[in-house]
């Protein structure tokens, strides 16, 4: 077992960090896991030529999934407050509907804290990337986007394991 | 005037990129602006905490501000298809409403390209940020969001200078 | 408890390494803790609007603090002998002179080396940070900084849990 | 001893994850060590400065060194698929040949997984950088480099210790 | 036109810079081109599955070229000595050998410099990334890779506008 | 030139940015450089060791030039209000004190804003590896730097070409 040092922190003089990062010390290292959706709106035949494979640009779906996966790993650097956590597994799926598009971003790990900022982080640089391989096709005459949108992304599921 | 070493590329051998990135060599730097805006939903306790700056965590719009203005400035590692650009400005609003926050992220870039996925990768990030710091009042008794969610994250706006 | 395949590594031809990285892997894994300090040299007028929450850019602690906890985050990028280690807690406190401005930033890990490094970079951040929050204060009119330096950056206290 | 939640992941929506992560979780954290190797084909001037010491941009062998060094560290981000591993000690071996120079790295970490890639990313990066610190002497009269290249970059030997 | 402020530097006290990055400053900025071939060398019953797309851990391909691209536009950080350079355009073209896989990284930008050490970088993370992919199909029983390695990184050709 | 698309931002909604990135799309990007200069302090044996080249665990000027260097290029990722900047050159200069190094870092840059943050955050980080190359020297019986600090982090010179 870890001995912890101290358990608060002496009081440090004058003003004290402005931001509470927490203090995963004392906390067991269990397996961990964190589901997010999210979903991208699109036009109708943006959806249909994703459904079907047919974006110019090449597979949204492909590298929107090597992006998340590396955005989960590196949470902690686009999250401040966030720990560097080792993740032992991400894991994607996708819907395809009529007028939209969405992700499911797992991840998993052996953790002293939840992983669930990494599976949002993972499902919203998911999303950003789709929207990026078409964006030529849902920009008006104007270069503006007035039907697309990200919406709803959500925390699915967070488990953890009972040690 | 710059010269073009040759206007498309030459036939690559059996198996071409599959993914294009636009080449932007051809294009003229002009100023680009977008702006984004997305809201984060939260419970009514939370989101008037968050209006009074009474969020034990630390101040949420202080460190989804300087991490959204990060992100902006790493968007081109976070999206694989995104062009590395010099961004001449960031700037951020924030609307207080009572079940949910809402932000607006400015991009503003001299650029051969628009600044559309750095504003909404500013915006998103921004929106996680604040997730992070009222995780705590968010979480039911089991650990689950079931009353957070990120929505409508959207380009509000997008600008080109005519040269 | 983890076997070393090897003691030593035998030896490599030619031209060994010129940088020999610590092996941790021997070491055990216990708490870690280390404090450093450090000080920015500012002008009167510049330490007394900072005291009073009064420089224009924004507040200069809230974003040094981000900065510096995830500079802690990132050390092992930024000095290259550094392992990579998951940090559990960033803690700072600033004290305010009448001519300057003190930092104080506590790391603690569950490592199998110490942490001194990181707390050191999280304070040379958060300084860094400061001076470009008061730069147009301090610049005099040929845009040199006469009155600012950082100084006595230092470890204050290192301690390390006994197993 | 670690629980595992679940032991395949249930089944996701429609079209599942495109890249398959291995999933780590339930493997021991024992003791890795990996070593790849790999030769950069130079002039025989070159490599005659090399050896003597005499490249004029600086030495080419103390800079390749550190960037190997972090590349190792940061191998998750440059190989999508790659954990996030705690590296306990990087090692490098320098021989030098009449028309080339060779490298040996060795990585070291108690980790879940191998860490072979994390070798072979360091050994290449090291060649890139011995080649970009000779640039000059390589290229001929139009710029090019008829003389120069990268070759039998593999995989030595890997260890992993019986628990 | 840009005025330079000094010539050479003036002399810098006792011990100078150990390594001399080239001052681009006065140079000019023109369209660059660079293509870096590769080679990995594989077992024939691998390079038969890569070819017919049967790989499970996923498509190499796709996720080869992603993190070529990631890695042309961070290789200021991979590589030391190299200026950080705003890329225009990436390009890869895949070649199926019966035992081995060939790659073709075309690297475009505006630039001050040349862009060979992107496009050199570009190609070998592409290759680490095939060979991370299809680790399994070519590990013998003891872990090792007898029949893997990469070959022949060379820099096919290199352009430069003429202003 | 370039034409600039609203002279303020217009006023955005409730709270506006909380920190003032400035807005430097107006301004002219000409040759800019600034020297920084900074000091360790260190124990008398260490320094002459230093002096001698004889520091076990590698050369620590190599290494701390590497890594200031790649710092100055980072400098917008580890000061978020500062902008990435492309830069033209980096240079070091070190002076060996009876107990002490100093450095010395210039960074020219063709840039719309000035490089000091950019020389003040290459001497920081190589102050830094170089007290992590001699922390073995440097710690007392109980694991403490009674002997060593940082000080006198300064803005030396700062250049700007006239147009």
Not at 16 to 33: C, G, L, Q, T, W
Not at 59 to 81: C, G, R, W, Y
Request: hydrophobic residues 35%.
């Amino acid at each position: 077992m870890i001995r912890t040092i101290r358990k608060g922190c002496k009081e440090l003089s004058k003003q004290p960090s402005k931001f509470k990062m927490v203090d995963i010390s004392p906390k067991d290292a269990v397996e961990r896991e964190a589901t997010a959706i999210g979903k991208l709106k699109l036009r109708n035949e943006t959806a249909k030529k994703l459904r079907e494979g047919k974006i110019e640009k090449g597979d949204p779906i492909s590298i929107s999934e090597v992006a998340a996966t590396l955005a989960t790993k590196n949470t902690s650097q686009l999250i401040p407050m966030c720990h560097n956590i080792p993740i032992s597994k991400v894991e994607t799926g996708t819907r395809f509907g009529d007028d939209y598009v969405e992700v499911e971003v797992r991840v998993k790990a052996i953790a002293k804290t939840g992983v669930e900022m990494e599976a949002l982080t993972g499902a919203s640089i998911y999303l950003l990337n789709v929207w990026d391989m078409v964006k030529k096709l849902e920009k008006d005459r104007n270069g503006q986007y007035p039907d697309t949108w990200i919406e709803y992304i959500k925390v699915k599921e967070k488990l953890k394991a009972t040690k």
